[in-house]
């Protein structure tokens, strides 16, 4: 399916002139980003990072760009979808515009689940539990090389499924890495419901400020429904984070994806002014 939709979006670039003046273009390349490598001491491994930079980008200009940090963001995963919707929403003045990096995946079960003490779930996934080196990773080596690297602004973080439950952990345990929250069917059912169990007493433990988180589930059982439902109560309770619950119900845990980002994106802004650079 994610094949399919590839090459239609590539179809749809090659005969857009709106989007292929943006590109230079020959016989044997077509540049949507660029490919980085990050030399990760904390994790032990060489990441590779797919940038895109948008049209008129100046490392020289004292624009400062909003950065969408993409889980699951390589380059045959959710990379291209996610830039595509973020050239358009640029394009129609809905966004500013906006640097994606996106985080190639190497073992995404391993990144972004916590220790579990579910037994079939470490007989099924053995490499499951690395999520706080991640984040420790995303706070210490990754943002920091990219602030040094381009001109930034504000920070959004977009994850959906296990992605969701990462950006869910890093709202609850170090809302500051980020001031936007695009969650898309979080799997909060991890270890029981473990983290959705402890977001009340994290809550009290942070100070969140300037704060927005979007939400989105779709029909996907009732323990995700319900637990998406949960999770934007629970951080509602606080009264200093904007939170949005977007039930999308004609989507399915493989067709929310796009719908959910494209609505989040242009939530999260709805109130913000659009300064083409």
Excluded: C
Aim: charged share 20%; no cysteine.
């Amino acid at each position: 399916m994610k094949k399919k939709s590839f090459i239609l979006f590539l179809q749809i670039l090659f005969i857009s002139p709106l989007f292929a003046q943006q590109y230079t273009i020959n016989e044997n390349i077509f540049a949507l980003g660029i490919v980085d490598k990050i030399q990760s001491a904390i994790l032990g491994e060489t990441r590779t990072l797919n940038i895109y930079l948008p049209e008129g980008y100046s490392p020289d200009s004292a624009t400062a760009y909003p950065v969408i940090y993409l889980l699951d963001g390589s380059a045959n995963e959710d990379f291209i979808h996610i830039v595509g919707l973020v050239q358009f929403l640029v394009m129609i003045e809905k966004m500013p515009p906006s640097i994606v990096v996106g985080i190639a995946n190497i073992d995404r079960r391993r990144d972004f689940t916590f220790l579990t003490a579910i037994e079939q779930d470490k007989k099924d996934y053995p490499t499951t539990g690395g999520s706080a080196k991640f984040i420790t990773f995303v706070e210490k080596e990754l943002q920091p090389y990219i602030e040094k690297k381009y001109r930034t602004g504000s920070k959004t973080i977009i994850g959906q499924s296990l992605g969701g439950l990462l950006a869910t952990e890093i709202l609850l345990k170090k809302p500051g890495l980020f001031n936007n929250y695009i969650i898309v069917s979080p799997s909060l059912w991890w270890n029981n419901e473990s983290l959705l169990n402890e977001a009340p007493g994290l809550l009290k433990k942070q100070v969140l400020k300037n704060t927005q988180v979007y939400i989105s589930v779709g029909s996907e059982g009732k323990q995700m429904e319900d637990d998406a439902k949960k999770l934007s109560e629970i951080l509602q309770t606080p009264g200093n984070v904007k939170v949005n619950l977007v039930p999308l119900p004609e989507e399915n845990h493989l067709t929310i994806l796009h719908n959910s980002v494209y609505k989040g994106l242009e939530i999260l802004n709805a109130k913000k002014a659009i300064n083409t650079p």
